[in-house]
């Protein structure tokens, strides 16, 4: 078993038509015993850029406060908001400086540039050190990696309107997670639009 499976859990996050979406399960378990069923692997880093970690829980919580940290730190130094691509390489050079003993997640970054820029929307993932992956159409991570990459090939289209982009993500993952033991027990999903996100939580499979 690899360490990764410990806990269980996969996030997913799709492009739209200016806007974004990320998702991710609800289970958080020991193997196959399921420990909670209300598990957060989605945590806003501003209004808008959200972050999705799966892998151990415990350098789940840990990194969620060090990048917490670090993204206030870039604020009051900056004066300013941090960009999603920006944000995207300190959470790589993060991972980067633990990779001879690293924490053991895989994040998601899915935002919208600031409205100077256009309220263009980027999406990047990375492995357990730091090698970014930025993607013009989906990005996923977790135990039901595989499921969720042949789903959403089938199922992503280029240029989809908020409630479409939402429709997609979450067929997309629920439909993963019923194929995978580790993940479940419902998901959450954001999506970022310039105005506003919209927050929603889906009822799965209970088992």
Request: charged fraction near 20%.
């Amino acid at each position: 078993m690899s360490i990764m499976e410990l806990n269980g859990g996969s996030v997913v996050a799709m492009v739209g038509k200016n806007c974004v979406a990320i998702a991710s399960d609800m289970r958080l378990g020991n193997q196959a015993l399921t420990v909670a069923t209300n598990f957060e692997k989605i945590f806003p880093v501003t209004e808008r850029i959200y972050l999705g970690m799966a892998g151990l829980a415990t350098d789940v919580a840990t990194l969620r406060e060090r990048f917490r940290f670090r993204v206030n730190m870039y604020t009051i130094k900056e004066e300013r908001e941090i960009e999603p691509e920006t944000f995207a390489h300190l959470v790589s050079s993060t991972l980067y400086e633990r990779r001879f003993g690293p924490y053991f997640i895989e994040p998601v970054v899915a935002g919208l540039t600031s409205p100077s820029k256009g309220s263009q929307p980027f999406i990047a993932a990375a492995d357990v050190i730091g090698c970014l992956n930025f993607a013009k159409d989906f990005v996923v991570c977790g135990t039901a990696s595989p499921e969720l990459f042949g789903i959403a090939e089938g199922l992503w289209e280029p240029d989809l309107e908020p409630e479409e982009l939402f429709e997609t993500i979450s067929q997309t993952l629920m439909n993963a997670i019923d194929r995978d033991a580790f993940s479940g027990w419902g998901a959450v999903v954001h999506v970022i639009t310039p105005e506003k996100v919209i927050t929603r939580t889906l009822k799965g499979r209970m088992d």
